[in-house]
């Protein structure tokens, strides 16, 4: 009945994404999550983002809402999907901004043993032709 959690980063077919999924036994109950960008803490993705809000979807976990992950499923962090008419342009737009966010997730098991995880997401810099940008 153990959770085994996983921060997915799918960037594929105009969809770039955030996940958490749980690839365990038993339930993953996520606590927190914190983004950390150029050495500050938010508690929302949205607070590291300049993005339309309304052209992504979120999750915002707080001491009040807690999330709870069942086996072979996952948490949508940050979705956002591309409509055919949007260029690469405004792809890579969104992953130059996620690039260089790490999120931090504090969760537990049923039997409230601690769970972190931890990913950067440098991955969305793989395909980002642009000189400038640090990756």
Partial sequence: MKPLGQIDLPDHK???AVHIRNNGLGPLIIDRLTFVKDGQ???TIEDCLDLDPRSYMRVSINDVVKRVVLPNAHLVVF???FEDHESE???DHARKQLAPITLKVAGRDIYDNQIKLE???HWFSRYI???DFDR
């Fill in 79 to 81: 979705e956002t999907q």
């Fill in 119 to 121: 990913r950067d997401f």
């Fill in 89 to 91: 342009v405004e792809i």
């Fill in 129 to 131: 032709q642009d000189n």
């Fill in 41 to 43: 803490l938010y508690t």
């Fill in 14 to 16: 105009k969809k770039v």
